[in-house]
């Protein structure tokens, strides 16, 4: 008997492409703070030759930063705008077609019970008198011949009485049929009337 090695538990490791990512966006930040370092550094020791270049890109960094708070502020105002529309077509759209959706579910709600009501149920009753029809048929066709074996019976005793022997087990077999039939019927009548109860 072989031992069957454990099925292996699949561990999610990081991708390859993950790892060198993150080692590079290391790099370059690393590079840029070693950048500005050195650049500080320089700056500090030449300071009095180095204020006036300092001075422009001074006055370089705080115009972008107003023109960045400038195109922010624009932004904030297209999207409270567009939120505002939004709402508004929540509102004035989007909640009417969900109470014509309401509405149309509720309609086809009803229309399911009416027709319940007014067409299956009385189509339901009429094939239950159809096939109550149909058995009373049926059970008058046995009575029918029963009749019919008592008649011929009947004529064919003779005058004294006595019933011929070839008539005779005609006779029986003619009433062993119409036994049977019966038990069939009444059999049918209690499957059927068992299956409605249920």
Same mark, same amino acid.
Not at 25 to 39: D, K, N, P, S
Not at 68 to 83: D, N, R, S
Not at 84 to 89: D, H
């Given at each position: 008997?072989? &031992?069957? =090695?454990?099925?292996?538990?699949? *561990?999610?490791?990081?991708?390859?492409?993950?790892?060198?990512?993150?080692?590079?966006?290391? !790099?370059?930040? $690393?590079?840029?703070?070693?950048?500005?370092? /050195?650049?500080?550094?320089? $700056?500090?020791?030449?300071?009095?030759? +180095?204020?006036?270049? *300092?001075?422009?890109?001074?006055? @370089?960094?705080?115009?972008?930063? =107003?023109?960045?708070?400038?195109? /922010?502020?624009?932004?904030?105002?297209?999207? @409270?705008?567009?939120?505002?529309?939004?709402?508004?077509? +929540?509102?004035?759209?989007?909640?009417?077609? *969900?109470? +014509?959706?309401?509405?149309?579910?509720?309609?086809?709600?009803?229309?399911?019970?009416? @027709?319940?009501?007014? /067409?299956?149920?009385?189509?339901?009753?009429? =094939?239950? #008198?159809?096939?109550?029809? !149909?058995?009373?048929?049926?059970?008058?066709?046995?009575?029918?011949?029963?009749?019919?074996?008592?008649?011929? #019976?009947?004529?064919?005793?003779?005058?004294?009485? +006595?019933?011929?022997?070839?008539?005779? =087990?005609?006779?029986?077999? #003619?009433?062993?049929?119409? &036994?049977?039939?019966?038990?069939?019927?009444?059999?049918?009548? &209690?499957?059927?009337?068992?299956? &409605?109860?249920?």
């Amino acid at each position: 008997m072989t &031992k069957s =090695s454990p099925p292996d538990e699949h *561990v999610p490791e990081s991708a390859p492409g993950d790892n060198t990512r993150i080692m590079i966006g290391a !790099g370059v930040v $690393l590079m840029v703070i070693g950048f500005l370092t /050195v650049l500080a550094v320089i $700056l500090a020791i030449n300071a009095k030759t +180095a204020a006036p270049g *300092v001075r422009v890109v001074r006055d @370089l960094l705080i115009i972008t930063m =107003s023109l960045e708070v400038v195109i /922010v502020g624009a932004g904030i105002t297209i999207f @409270l705008v567009q939120l505002a529309r939004l709402i508004n077509l +929540a509102r004035n759209e989007i909640e009417p077609l *969900v109470e +014509a959706v309401h509405d149309t579910v509720t309609t086809i709600r009803g229309t399911a019970l009416f @027709l319940s009501k007014n /067409v299956v149920e009385p189509v339901t009753s009429i =094939s239950s #008198v159809v096939r109550g029809l !149909g058995k009373v048929a049926g059970d008058v066709d046995a009575i029918r011949k029963a009749a019919g074996i008592v008649v011929e #019976v009947a004529s064919a005793a003779s005058p004294g009485g +006595a019933v011929s022997n070839k008539h005779s =087990s005609d006779t029986e077999a #003619v009433i062993t049929d119409v &036994k049977s039939t019966a038990k069939s019927n009444v059999r049918r009548r &209690k499957s059927t009337n068992k299956s &409605k109860e249920a």
